[in-house]
């Protein structure tokens, strides 16, 4: 079965400077999609940035990219010029590419916490 | 426009009583469904239907009974409530297979006195 672990529980970023937080996924399988979303203090989740395996192009959306790095099963998202918006609890996610297999699994999640 | 809305937001009620929550998308999306968010924040899928038809069922206690009327809804009916059901319960929709991403609604939270 796939896992995904977020190890950092929690980060902080001084407001306008870099962060990034760290994904690591376990799976057997060649082709799926990976997500980061973000969930703010009201609760809502939002699709930050989405990544398909077997493209080696790192995505990007704005001031959100990520390092997807493949072999060594790893999705990190990197946050440029952060804002006070970007406060939030950031969850990442994989979904495999197999036919009949709709479900994402989540990891635990990241608290970005974003210094005035 | 509100593209996937849950009711109620929020919810609570007394242990051993029957609740519903209601999901409705205007997103044109065939797949619809339910994951609970506890209160360490972990996700988890319960659920899942795609054009009325449920494909996911994970292990959940059958006194959790989704029902999706036509594509464009998802309620989740729970009996019998129990102190452990208190979490957040999220609907979301996708179109076939997620493979784009979910949209989600905003969450219900139920609290279980």
């Known amino acids: 079965a796939q896992t995904v672990t977020q190890s950092q529980p929690e980060m902080s970023v001084q407001e306008a400077e870099t962060v990034t937080l760290s994904c690591t996924y376990d799976t057997s399988e060649s082709d799926y999609y990976l997500f980061w979303y973000k969930q703010p203090p009201s609760r809502q989740m939002i699709l930050v940035i989405r990544q398909e395996a077997y493209k080696q192009q790192n995505a990007t959306e704005n001031r959100f990219s990520v390092n997807f790095q493949k072999a060594a099963k790893s999705f990190s998202l990197k946050i440029s010029d952060s804002q006070l918006g970007d406060a939030a609890m950031y969850f990442c996610?994989?979904?495999?590419?197999?036919?009949?297999?709709?479900?994402?699994?989540f990891g635990t999640g990241t608290r970005l916490k974003v210094l005035a | 426009d509100t593209a996937v809305s849950q009711t109620p937001k929020y919810l609570v009620t007394q242990m051993g009583n029957d609740k519903s929550i209601k999901c409705e998308q205007n997103l044109g999306h065939d797949t619809m469904y339910w994951y609970k968010q506890d209160s360490k924040k972990f996700l988890k899928i319960m659920f899942s239907?795609?054009?009325?038809?449920?494909?996911i069922n994970e292990t959940v206690p059958n006194r959790f009974s989704p029902k999706s009327p036509d594509k464009a809804h998802l309620n989740l009916h729970i009996n019998s409530l129990e102190l452990g059901d208190s979490a957040v319960y999220f609907c979301?929709?996708?179109?076939?297979?997620?493979?784009?991403?979910?949209?989600f609604g905003s969450g219900t939270r139920l609290t279980v006195v």
């Open positions: 979301a929709s996708s179109s076939y297979r997620g493979m784009d991403g979910y949209t």
């Open positions: 239907y795609n054009n009325k038809e449920l494909i």
């Open positions: 996610a994989y979904r495999s590419a197999g036919s009949g297999t709709y479900k994402y699994i």
